[in-house]
């Protein structure tokens, strides 16, 4: 009895395999993956596209389409425009199928002939990229100068009313504290939570600073004037000023009192019967990060020449 059921269960699976191996006509489902899209166009949705197609295959072939569905990268570089409905015809589309499927399964006919595809057209934008970095410095040490960005801006696109709503990319967020050297970081770009369907061309975005040991130093100027009465001189008392600069180190040991130029202009004198007159800075270092005058006025005369 035993040897007689197994005898079943063995004729059974031969002819099942037989079945199997022959060929047959029938329908199956593939899933449709886009790629190469035309530079102006995006997918409206992210969702699964599928399509059915008659085709003529063995039962194991038929039988793997059941189990993991196919899939068929569309190539949308042909894709037809009719008023901004966007289509592939059948014989495209039969074209792209048939290079893809194995030389074992012949392609009988597609259920649609023709084929719209949910796409939308879209624009580019340059975007600037706004850093999201908090940065501390350790005692005695500055930030010299602007943050660099490589790049500065990010090309996005999408539809045109999304796109009119941004005026700046943001990174992701980062705190950087006691920076005693120089720092370089890669950020990620963030697209907007609200912009759906922008895409951003760059997703990364390298931040660089230049940190430096600053000290101060005090220069002494003399005062200058302007605006002058003609046949006049303005004398001031004192006729110097003392400033406190700020700058690196290295900066402050090249520089020299006549880097700094002061001055007092008496064409801002409201009341001619006052006695101070205001004192500006005319002149400074580029390479500085901050000057202080200890003296901001001074009595003056105006004594005819």
């Known amino acids: ?20 191996s022959e060929r047959y006509e029938s329908r199956a489902t593939f899933e449709l993956g886009y790629t190469n899209f035309p530079d102006t166009l995006l997918l409206n949705t992210l969702e699964k596209d599928y399509t059915v197609a008659k085709v003529r295959a063995s039962g194991f072939q038929f039988l793997g389409y059941g189990i993991n569905k196919k899939r068929i990268k569309v190539d949308l570089q042909k894709v037809n425009n009719d008023n901004g409905d966007y289509f592939l015809t059948e014989t495209e589309l039969k074209v792209q199928f048939e290079r893809q499927l194995s030389n074992t399964v012949s392609l009988l006919e597609l259920e649609r002939d023709t084929f719209f595809i949910d796409l939308y057209k879209v624009v580019e934008k340059e975007i600037s990229i706004n850093p999201n970095i908090t940065i501390g410095v350790a005692p005695n040490h500055i930030l010299d100068g602007a943050m660099e960005l490589n790049p500065k801006t990010v090309t996005i696109k999408g539809p045109t009313k999304e796109i009119a709503e941004i005026d700046e990319i943001f990174t992701s967020p980062l705190i950087l504290n006691e920076l005693s050297s120089d720092f370089s970081e890669e950020l990620t770009l963030l697209k907007p939570e609200s912009a759906e369907n922008i895409i951003l061309l760059q997703k990364k975005v390298e ?38 600069c700020k700058a690196s180190i290295a900066s402050l040991k090249a520089m020299k009192s006549s880097d700094f130029e002061a001055s007092v202009d008496y064409e801002l004198l409201q009341n001619k019967t006052a006695k101070y007159l205001n004192v500006v800075l005319k002149k400074k270092p580029q390479n500085v990060y901050s000057v202080q005058l200890l003296t901001n006025q001074v009595e003056f005369v105006l004594e005819k020449l």
């Open 207 to 244: 931040v660089s600073g230049k940190i430096v040991e600053f000290s101060e130093r005090e220069f002494t100027v003399s005062i200058g004037s302007d605006n002058v009465p003609e046949g006049y001189r303005i004398k001031t008392f004192p006729n110097q000023v003392t400033l406190v």
């Open 1 to 20: 009895m035993k040897v007689f059921s197994l005898f079943l269960i063995c004729s059974i699976l031969a002819w099942s395999i037989s079945k199997l």
